[in-house]
């Protein structure tokens, strides 16, 4: 049996997500989860708020529920994570995060990053309007930076995968009518989810879970 890890920006078991993305891996790849704040209390993650510029994540904890935190306070915890993963000789890291990281991140297998599938994806399709659902307001900045160059114009939303599915279904009836694509810009939104935003809009959607899934799955 195959060992990829996952790396979760929050804390593990995923039960949320990695039941939904087993099925498409298979029954020879073994995942091994390990999450950035793994062992921290929730007041211990609430000192670590954004500084001017950092990127806003956004992610689940043990309990079920959310946090949002600044990746700066973060990337140390990832890399050690990463460390972990190549002793216990896994084949490739998947980020469990549609946020964008340093190229400075290096291990001896493939780093699957999210955000880089999605983000080549959307610029081949290049649509001229691309709405974009991301969990809370404070990433709307961003997010226009982000995809930019791969739509003529972006109308970014926010509702929260951990609020729950209806949440994000008040967001997509929002969406202007002239969007060409959806993206769903968090890991933490559902396969359920995307069909009902499918459903309220007619518009094709893009999810990173399962995206991100089968290309592991052609690597592995």
């Known amino acids: 049996m195959k060992k990829i890890g996952a790396i979760t920006v929050g804390q593990t078991p995923r039960t949320d997500l990695i039941p939904e993305i087993a099925p498409i891996l298979g029954d020879s790849i073994e995942i091994i989860q390990m999450g950035g704040l793994d062992g921290l209390t929730k007041e211990e993650i609430q000192t670590m708020t954004p500084a001017p510029g950092d990127h806003v994540l956004v992610s689940r904890l043990k309990d079920g529920s959310s946090v949002s935190f600044g990746e700066s306070h973060i990337l140390p915890r990832l890399e050690a994570c ?51 659902i991301a969990p809370v307001k404070e990433q709307l900045p961003q997010m226009q930076t982000k ?9 970014g939303l926010a509702a929260s995968p951990y609020d729950g599915i209806e949440a994000v279904a008040a967001a997509a009836r929002s969406i202007p009518s002239d969007a ?12 359920e989810m995307k069909e009902r935003v499918q459903a309220l809009t007619g518009k094709s959607v893009l999810l990173p879970r399962t995206l991100a899934a089968r290309v592991v799955k052609e690597l592995a």
Do not use: N
């Open 82 to 132: 990463m460390d972990q993963l190549k002793k216990d000789q896994v084949s490739l890291i998947l980020f469990l995060c549609t946020g964008e990281f340093p190229d400075t991140f290096q291990a001896d297998v493939p780093l699957i990053f999210p955000s880089k599938i999605l983000t080549s994806i959307v610029s081949a399709i290049h649509p001229h309007r691309l709405a974009v």
């Open 147 to 155: 995809w930019a160059g791969c739509a003529d114009s972006v109308y």
């Open 180 to 191: 060409d694509l959806i993206v769903l810009d968090c890991i933490g939104y559902t396969v």
